[in-house]
């Protein structure tokens, strides 16, 4: 159960509600400078790392004014499919902005990468394409579990990417005597963690891989690249257990000092591809309550369905809901929140504490800029809501 807080949005609780009544609820709306704050932000932290790059996820908000918002503030992109590719090209990204990262062998796509310039994320020799890539990044699996500094495991027993250390060895000499011309190293494990040992941890296995890459093969990888992985605290309780990013940043400064600069390895460059630690918090999913069930916690049907906001779905992921201009301690009771199609024990939230809702309240998803992308299923009736961007002069478009 979590405490109801305030709302804490990027806008008075008076004008949102003056925009929801003028617009058909459901709706996302995302905060143009709080995204160009963030992700200045990222960059700072990592202006030590001479050559530091950061690419978004764009799976994470293909919304094209969001890209090019990030493009503008100096991030690439990381693209899985034609689709996102070609997103990437119309957003303004190109040749080394964009990584690709196919699980298998897809020719239109390759076709795409290699036109654009693109890296390649290679996830084994099943993932290779046609002609050897002009840079790549090879996908790194540890065969054991990791242990942070803080003495916390990272484990990797469910993951599906990557490739053991001896494979990924191979791989290189394969695609150094193909004509590859950079080679650098990539290591996914976590979406969303909290600690500030994580990315430490990550960095130490990739920079180790990287010696034992030069000692091995003779190849200086070009760059060892962190992925995804900084962590948002969607849970009111966990907000001030956020890693600062100049604490991470200084940590991987020292083990680069420690492993790789004694190996000769000084020119390896960072990067980051960092997507729910961006642009989460901020965003908005906004839906009208259009029913009050009485049930042993009072249900509150809304106006969207699961497919509209798929990151609300699963019970595992905990976004802070609360009611628009109700920030009244007194009263407040147990409810679950669920959409609007016939589902029998689907939940968009559960147990929240919130005070009495009626009929036209709008319920605020908070933290809803990244992994909730509205998506229509054709069959389910459902499309796509409205998005809106809250631009830098106070403005709110549609995007």
């Not at 054991?144 to 060895?169: C, V, W, Y």
């Amino acid at each position: 159960m979590d405490t109801y807080a305030a709302d804490a949005l990027f806008l008075s609780p008076r004008k949102l509600s003056t925009f929801a009544k003028q617009r058909t609820a459901p709706f996302y709306l995302y905060d143009e400078a709080g995204i160009r704050a963030a992700a200045k932000a990222l960059l700072d932290a990592f202006g030590a790392f001479s050559g530091f790059r950061q690419y978004f996820p764009a799976a994470l908000n293909p919304n094209p004014a969001i890209l090019r918002i990030l493009q503008e503030s100096g991030f690439g992109v990381l693209c899985d499919n034609e689709a996102q590719l070609r997103l990437a090209a119309d957003c303004g990204f190109a040749g080394e902005q964009i990584l690709f990262a196919p699980m298998v062998f897809l020719p239109a796509a390759e076709a795409l990468a290699t036109e654009l310039d693109c890296t390649f994320v290679l996830d084994g020799p099943h993932a290779l394409p046609r002609r050897a890539p002009k840079r790549a990044l090879l996908s790194l699996r540890p065969v054991q579990k990791l242990r942070a500094d803080d003495g916390t495991p990272i484990s990797f027993d469910n993951l599906k990417t990557g490739m053991p250390e001896a494979d990924l060895l191979r791989l290189a000499k394969r695609l150094q005597c193909g004509g590859t011309q950079s080679i650098g190293l990539i290591l996914h494990a976590c979406r969303n963690d909290l600690r500030e040992a994580y990315y430490p941890a990550i960095a130490q296995e990739l920079f180790t891989c990287a010696v034992h890459l030069k000692e091995q093969t003779g190849i200086t990888p070009d760059c060892c690249n962190l992925a995804d992985g900084l962590g948002v605290a969607y849970h009111r309780s966990t907000a001030d257990r956020e890693p600062e990013l100049s604490a991470i940043a200084g940590r991987i400064q020292a083990l680069r000092e420690g492993l790789l600069l004694p190996a000769g390895l000084d020119s390896v460059r960072l990067e980051l591809a960092a997507g729910r630690g961006v642009l989460a918090k901020h965003g908005i999913f906004a839906a009208r309550v259009m029913a009050v069930k009485p049930l042993k916690n009072t249900l509150l049907l809304l106006d969207a369905a699961a497919q509209q906001f798929p990151d609300a779905s699963p019970l595992t992921t905990y976004h802070h809901v609360s009611l628009c201009g109700k920030n009244q301690i007194q009263g407040r009771i147990l409810c679950d929140v669920a959409g609007c199609q016939m589902d029998l024990r689907g939940l968009f939230a559960s147990r929240r504490l919130l005070p009495p809702a009626e009929l036209g309240d709008l319920l605020i998803f908070h933290d809803a800029g990244a992994g909730g992308h509205a998506q229509s299923v054709p069959g389910t009736g459902f499309a796509p809501c409205d998005e809106f961007l809250l631009t830098a002069n106070g403005e709110i478009i549609q995007i």
